[in-house]
């Protein structure tokens, strides 16, 4: 069975810095790209990065770029996403998830992980 | 940059009635590279359409999908009381983004 398990979210202050991670199961993970996806309180859904399988490229939406890190360790099954410089409107829910290319489309979502930036 | 406009906002419906979804690109989305997610309050998106037309593993008939070009419908042929939620539709582009509509809240009337 497919999992996708986020971790690390919390309470940060305006400026600081946070890391999410995902660990996946139940499937070969180096064999995937992977995405994150953040939702704000009560809103819609937004890309924000993209690794691919083999780490390269990557891919960022323009209000993360410069701040926000992709990574992943394929040894380890887990992907990572480091959060520099956090804003008040990076607060939301961060869900992980799987590509599928054919066509391209997310098959898999993590459950998500909460990021509250505030002070 | 594609922007995905989906409407109605809200829709109203009875179990038992059929839902129509429209989703509508502002360019034309590549070899339907459109999909379509269900979530439901405190839970995680889920497939349930890729390709435009093609269902996800374990979604019932019931769920259609249609469309090409800029156009395109999920259809819910009779709605289920687990089927209120919001819906998305998703495109990706070679830019590359990943897209996705403001979404489409499906409420019991």
């Known amino acids: 069975e497919v999992q996708l398990v986020e971790s690390g979210g919390g309470l940060v202050q305006p400026g600081g810095s946070l890391r999410v991670s995902c660990a996946a199961s139940?499937?070969?993970?180096?064999?995937?790209?992977m995405i994150w996806v953040r939702q704000a309180p009560g809103q819609g859904l937004e890309w924000i990065s993209y690794?691919?399988?083999?780490?390269?490229?990557?891919y960022y939406v323009d209000s993360v770029k410069g701040r926000f890190t992709i990574s992943r360790d394929n040894a380890k099954n887990s992907l990572y996403l480091q959060m520099n410089n956090l804003r008040a409107e990076d607060t939301a829910v961060y869900y992980c998830a799987r590509v599928d290319w054919a066509p391209p489309h997310l098959d898999y979502w993590g459950q998500g992980t909460l990021v509250t930036v505030s002070s | 940059e594609v922007v995905l406009t989906q409407s109605p906002g809200t829709l109203s419906l009875s179990p038992g009635e059929r839902a129509t979804l429209s989703c509508r690109a502002s360019q034309t989305v590549s070899s339907n590279f459109l999909a379509w997610y269900q979530q439901k309050p405190g839970q995680a998106p889920r497939l349930l359409m890729s390709?435009?037309?093609s269902r996800a593993t374990g979604i019932p008939d019931r769920f259609s999908g249609s469309g090409s070009g800029t156009d395109f419908t999920l259809t819910i042929s009779r709605l289920e009381p687990e089927d209120f939620a919001v819906y998305y539709c998703?495109?990706?582009?070679?830019?590359?983004?990943?897209?996705f509509g403001q979404g489409t809240k499906v409420e019991i009337k």
């Open positions: 390709g435009a037309s």
């Open positions: 690794i691919s399988a083999t780490t390269s490229p990557i």
């Open positions: 139940g499937f070969t993970f180096s064999s995937y790209s």
């Open positions: 998703q495109q990706y582009s070679s830019s590359p983004e990943w897209t």
